[in-house]
């Protein structure tokens, strides 16, 4: 009895391991985002984290009401998030990878920017 509960409990924890490798770890998706940056900033209680918001052309109508997408992430490398906060108020290609759940030390965002792939300035 005592050596079929060790096969199955070590049965489950590969099944969790792995749900949670899948869900935190494993990149759902990678491409590239363009828009005007709105803001980056430095935050967080425990895992300070960079959190930025983008804003994309175009407009779209929810409940009545007319908004502007937005893009919404996270940034892990430092130099990344210290170029997009001089430069706030441009126009950026920001490439990013999706995971499937954020977190606490990587973001509050699922979406991570990790490079500039072009910037300049907004003219209008």
Known sequence: M????????????????GGAF??????????????????????GFLFKTYEGKMI??????QNGTLESFEFEFSVNDEAVAQQLMVNSGKQFN????????????????RYVVDSIISMEA???
Do not use: D, M
């Open 2 to 17: 005592r050596k079929h509960l060790w096969k199955v409990i070590l049965i489950l924890l590969i099944v969790l391991a």
């Open 22 to 43: 899948f869900r935190y770890y494993w990149v759902f998706g990678t491409g590239v985002k363009s828009g005007e940056l709105n803001y980056v900033v430095h935050k």
């Open 56 to 61: 994309q052309t175009g407009i779209r109508s």
């Open 94 to 109: 920001l490439h990013y990878s999706e995971y499937l759940g954020a977190l606490p030390w990587r973001g509050h965002s």
């Open 122 to 124: 907004v003219t209008r």
